[in-house]
């Protein structure tokens, strides 16, 4: 892929992933063919800041954790009232490295599932 | 790989944590004058959560109380089960070294999180299950 369309991609996705993925992603999206652009411009990135606003708000019922698609650890962070309120706590910490975690995990898998 | 240890560690210190916290109440019974709450969101509005009343609940089952564990919070039942069966199960995965525990967790999470006919009802259920709750004013 052109490597202005690639450093295009990375500054305006940066905050989605982790300062020390940003060089596997580009190398990744310069390895890969034009053509699948679209489809990772489109990838259904979840925005750390707005993770942590609803872990914030919501974290005792364990919106934050639904949210990101750790369904089980959801659960049971529900019926543990948070945790007994101090996992809530945790997550308004540890949240958004997982959300960017996901993010990553999902642009890989969608990179992986086409030729380059 | 990484992930499925993530998962036993977390399963095994919370189900240590619920037995530390259901054995502190044992021991604690009837020396506190009111029970204690660290539930941020009734502490912080009044408004009992989905989840209030479970630790009330497991405290009558196992004092043999079903039919009142039941109608303080129905959850406390599915938690009880939960505890009996999880801490035994990781026990066996390490024994037999297997991942029986984490590879379930995972089919269960993602069923849960695609099919639209399992998350539905179990959100209404939930929701309604808050709203006794609400209503009974745990």
Known sequence: MDAQRVDMFIMTKAKYFEGHQIPVIR??????????????????????????????????????RFMVGDTGLGIAKLLTCGGLGIWAIVDWFIIMGRAREVNAEQFFNSVALRPT | MKSNIRIYWILAILSVAGYAWIGFHLLSNGVAETPLTVCLVKNATCIPCPSCGITRSLLLLISGNIQGAML?????????????????????????????????FLWTENKIKTRKAIYIPLVALALLNWGWNILKEL
């Open chain 1, 27 to 64: 190398d990744r999206l310069l390895a890969m063919d034009d053509s699948h652009f679209l489809q990772i411009q489109t990838l259904n990135l979840k925005d750390p800041t707005t993770i942590l606003i609803v872990s914030l708000v919501a974290g005792s019922f364990a919106v934050d």
């Open chain 2, 72 to 104: 303080m919070n129905p959850l406390g039942c599915v938690v009880a089960f939960a505890m009996l069966i999880i801490p035994v199960w990781i026990l066996s995965d390490v024994v037999t070294r297997k991942d029986t525990l984490a590879r379930s």
